[in-house]
């Protein structure tokens, strides 16, 4: 389901065309990363990533697990899907329950990339509502002990996009969403263990 482009008015070249082309989400144990691809990189869109306010969402529908995330005030809902890679099945919780304490807060490891070159644009720690972390723990465990079936993720796919066509009506109808805590920006920039996020 690709991202929403924003709008852009004739004659209008105050309003820009700003746009995340592919976002990936993943684990990376102990926490997660969402990993987004923009053919367009901008001030703008670096510094609603970098620092925006921040919303996430997540919506099922078996098998599909699909991450929503809405950076800015201007920026448009962003899915990304998660597959159950073979290798990240069970990593998160062995045995169930003691990689999360009952209270920990995880993070969503945020990182904007250029797509013509994998340049890093930014990076950001995004503090994760426990709840919200819990719900998404239980679910990867659950699609961990089950063999992928990519044509049973496309129809599951297929199925939520045409109940709800576009990403914003998604975000409405999504089980859980999750705005930053208020007060709360997140770690930003450019840090020196990016080279240890993307490798995991």
């Known amino acids: 389901m690709p991202a929403t482009r924003r709008p852009r008015h004739p004659g209008d070249e105050a309003i820009p065309l700003i746009q995340i082309d592919r976002a990936i989400f993943r684990v990376c144990p102990p926490d997660f990363e969402l990993l987004l691809y923009t053919h367009r990189p901008n001030r703008s869109l670096i510094d609603a990533v970098a620092g925006g306010p921040v919303e996430l969402a997540l919506v099922v529908e078996e098998p599909a697990i699909l991450i929503l995330a809405r950076f800015g005030a201007d920026l448009p809902w962003t899915v990304a899907s998660y597959e159950g890679a073979p290798e990240m099945r069970g990593r998160r919780l062995e045995p169930e329950g003691t990689a999360l304490g009952l209270e920990r807060r995880s993070h969503l490891d945020v990182i904007l990339l250029d797509a013509g070159c994998d340049a890093i644009l930014a990076t950001r720690a995004v503090p994760l509502w426990v709840d919200f972390t819990r719900r998404l723990d239980a679910l990867l465990r659950d699609q961990a002990r089950l063999r992928f079936d990519p044509i049973e993720f496309r129809r599951a796919v297929a199925r939520l996009h045409s109940r709800f066509p576009t990403p ?21 920039g450019l840090r020196d263990a990016v080279s240890d996020l993307r490798a995991c």
């Open 168 to 188: 914003a009506i998604l975000a409405a109808h999504a089980e859980i969403r999750c705005p930053l805590p208020e007060g709360e920006s997140g770690d930003s």
